[in-house]
């Protein structure tokens, strides 16, 4: 009844686990041993009676609980198999229960004890980008809510363009002005270029607009000419070395060489050439009143393919920009995916991930000693947890705006209830009425 009655009690707590008690009978008092068969007669069975029952097992049942949806984006719950992790001090404990917010430090936490839980947090690579590395060991997670994100120069522009071969080419002999005004024809017919602006950012997430201005010298030939708002002195090198870096102003074209069917296989700044790999150019420039001198690469797609810039018999397009620069934003929200990436949402539209929450699963799961706050502990039949990210080796995914309800069956206990009570009347009686016959045979004394 203790146990039903714990059952019952916790029908409505999250991450609860439902137990049973299963009986076993004691050992049974021989009043006669068996004997077997022999030649002129059979064998003969034991005589035991039976001194009653005994407790064999109160198991936890490990099976999922439905989920209930709150709307909570710190809330979570895990569609599978696994525990979420929590840390006091040194004590580590598992739990079913997610609903987890945040402290006014920013630490992920269970408000009920302020356990905190336990994941990776992100960390920055050698080209400033961040990643979360979920081999390392875990650690408390930390959600920097309201915290800034710093500016971040474009270091890297992914360019997709397409080139109409169908243009007329540039005369030899025309003025930069007179190309300028053929790029720009208002008659799309007798335009002889393209124009592209990228919105780039520079070191201080100041945002420059990067133009380029394509225009086709000769088949299957074209020239780019390119600028920075605000900046004079610029300078491209496709030789990825840097060579023209130092040089300001210096180049400022690019030319673009193409197959008859279509496919980049060269580009050249006027000194130098690639015609194999992956194609790109190394843009340098510099702002007034900034004396450093600032770069990005440009990409632009493979040599022989056409995953960058192509020169089909259709309108000139920009398929595709890319860059990864920004300025200063401040993190405004945050959401938490399957896996329990932790990705924020800054105000300057940049999404960066803060961490990953942990999992665990163990071998017998059943094995885990309660600890109490709907939490259990390691013990020495449940086997070592197995911490890693969720989804993968067993571990369930992660769904947010989630918790799980307790497994417990209503109808079940109630049933149990009853059957335990009518067990229990049925032996109080049998205990009534052997009262009755002894006082019987005391009576015949009389």
Do not use: C
């Amino acid at each position: 009844m203790d146990v039903i009655g714990n059952n019952i009690s916790n029908v409505n707590t999250h991450g609860f686990k439902t137990e049973r008690v299963t009986f076993q009978d004691m050992i049974s008092q021989e009043l006669r041993g068996a004997s077997e068969p022999k030649e002129n007669i059979g064998g003969v069975n034991p005589q035991q009676v039976g001194l009653g029952s005994l407790i064999a097992a109160i198991d936890k049942i490990m099976t999922q609980g439905s989920l209930q949806t709150t709307g909570k984006n710190t809330d979570v719950a895990i569609s599978g198999e696994g525990f979420f992790i929590v840390k006091d001090g040194d004590k580590q404990f598992y739990t079913r229960a997610g609903a987890f917010n945040l402290d006014k430090n920013g630490y992920y936490v269970n408000p009920a004890n302020g356990l905190k839980v336990q994941g990776w947090n992100s960390r920055l690579d050698d080209k400033g980008n961040k990643y979360i590395n979920s081999a390392a060991s875990i650690e408390d997670i930390i959600i920097p809510v309201y915290s800034k994100e710093p500016a971040r120069a474009t270091s890297q522009i992914d360019f997709k363009s397409n080139l109409n071969s169908s243009a007329p080419a540039v005369p030899p002999d025309a003025t930069q002005e007179e190309i300028t005004a053929m790029i720009n024809d208002p008659d799309p017919k007798m335009r002889r270029g393209h124009v592209t602006t990228i919105n780039t950012f520079d070191d201080q997430g100041i945002q420059r607009e990067f133009k380029m201005e394509f225009y086709k010298v000769r088949d299957n030939t074209w020239k780019a000419r390119l600028s920075m708002t605000d900046s004079t002195q610029l300078s491209v090198d496709v030789s990825g070395t840097g060579g023209q870096n130092t040089q300001l102003p210096g180049n400022t074209e690019l030319e673009f060489g193409f197959t008859p069917d279509g496919k980049l296989v060269y580009v050249s700044d006027g000194v130098d050439s690639m015609n194999s790999g992956k194609l790109n150019a190394k843009v340098s420039f510099r702002i007034p009143g900034n004396p450093a001198i600032q770069n990005f690469d440009l990409n632009l797609g493979e040599a022989g393919m056409v995953n960058g810039i192509t020169q089909f018999s259709s309108d000139f397009t920009t398929k595709a920009v890319k860059q990864d620069g920004y300025t200063m934003g401040y993190l405004e929200s945050f959401s938490i995916d399957n896996s329990g990436t932790i990705t924020g949402v800054f105000s300057n539209g940049v999404r960066q991930p803060l961490a990953r929450v942990a999992t665990a699963v163990f071998n017998n799961p059943a094995g885990l000693d309660k600890a109490g706050d709907t939490m259990f502990s390691y013990s020495m039949n449940s086997g070592e947890p197995n911490i890693g990210e969720a989804g993968v080796q067993g571990r369930g995914k992660i769904n947010a705006g989630l918790l799980e309800m307790s497994n417990v069956d209503l109808s079940d206990q109630f049933t149990d209830m009853i059957v335990t009570q009518r067990g229990f009347q049925a032996n109080s009686r049998t205990i009534t009425t052997s009262d009755q016959m002894i006082q019987e045979v005391l009576g015949l004394k009389r």
